[in-house]
């Protein structure tokens, strides 16, 4: 069965102290991973797509890794402003549907 | 370029009332998802649409639901008749085209929060 877990669930940081985020997953044939931000009352926002084992793609403080059972959500410097939950999805080979995991609720304190 | 937007944002309804939510696509994107969250578990999908076919319905949780999609633009969700069960967040997503990698993002609307009493 496809799954995602992602780990910790929460994840209090002060200003500019890094840290990460990490995903694992089972799919049979991944077709992409994916990393959404979402804020309170709001939508999940795209915020990278990773396709193959060894791929990095980075947006401002953000960095997102891959290897074939985990990604990795690199958050350099963390400012408050990155307070939400980020989610991890993957989407199988055969399908288009996003599997998703529970999500990592991060707070920044100053 | 406008993001997916859904309506309505909020429904409070009875339960056996029926309920009809609406999502409109971002321009062009001829993939349309329909995903839901209950409380406490993870954002689960529910079926795809491409243009105006289904893709895939494997999600759909039973009869009571019925999507639809005229002339591949917009999409509604009815649940009819609504049970408690059926509380949670909707969530509306569109992508571009499949047949290309840069193309597969999903983009989510804000979603429609139901509640069912």
């Known amino acids: 069965e496809d799954q995602v877990t992602q780990s910790p669930e929460a994840l209090r940081l002060q200003e500019g102290e890094s840290s990460s985020l990490n995903c694992s997953y089972t799919?049979?044939?991944?077709?992409?991973l994916f990393w959404y931000r979402q804020d309170p009352g709001k939508g999940p926002e795209f915020l990278f797509t990773l396709y193959s084992a060894g791929e990095e793609k980075e947006k401002e403080r953000l960095k997102a890794t891959l290897t074939k059972k985990e990604s990795f959500l690199h958050i350099t410097a963390p400012k408050p402003e990155d307070s939400a939950t980020y989610l991890c999805?993957?989407?199988?080979?055969?399908?288009?549907?996003?599997?998703f995991g529970k999500g990592t609720t991060l707070s920044v304190s100053s | 370029e406008a993001g997916v937007t859904q309506f309505p944002s909020h429904s409070v309804i009875e339960k056996g009332q029926t309920v009809t939510l609406r999502c409109d696509p971002i321009?062009?994107?001829?993939?349309l998802y329909w995903y839901r969250r209950v409380m406490g578990k993870e954002i689960k999908f529910l079926l795809h649409?491409?243009?105006?076919?289904?893709?895939?319905e494997s999600g759909m949780p039973n009869n009571r639901f019925l999507a639809e999609r005229t002339g591949g633009t917009y999409s509604t969700l009815k649940v009819q008749p609504a049970e408690l069960e059926d509380s949670g967040v909707y969530f509306c997503?569109?992508?571009?085209?499949?047949?290309?990698?840069?193309?597969?993002?999903?983009?989510f609307g804000p979603g429609t929060r139901l509640t069912v009493l």
């Open positions: 999805a993957v989407q199988a080979q055969a399908g288009t549907a996003l599997i």
């Open positions: 997503a569109s992508s571009q085209d499949l047949r290309m990698s840069s193309y597969n993002e999903q983009f």
């Open positions: 799919v049979s044939g991944l077709r992409g």
């Open positions: 321009s062009g994107h001829d993939n």
């Open positions: 649409f491409v243009k105006e076919s289904k893709q895939d």
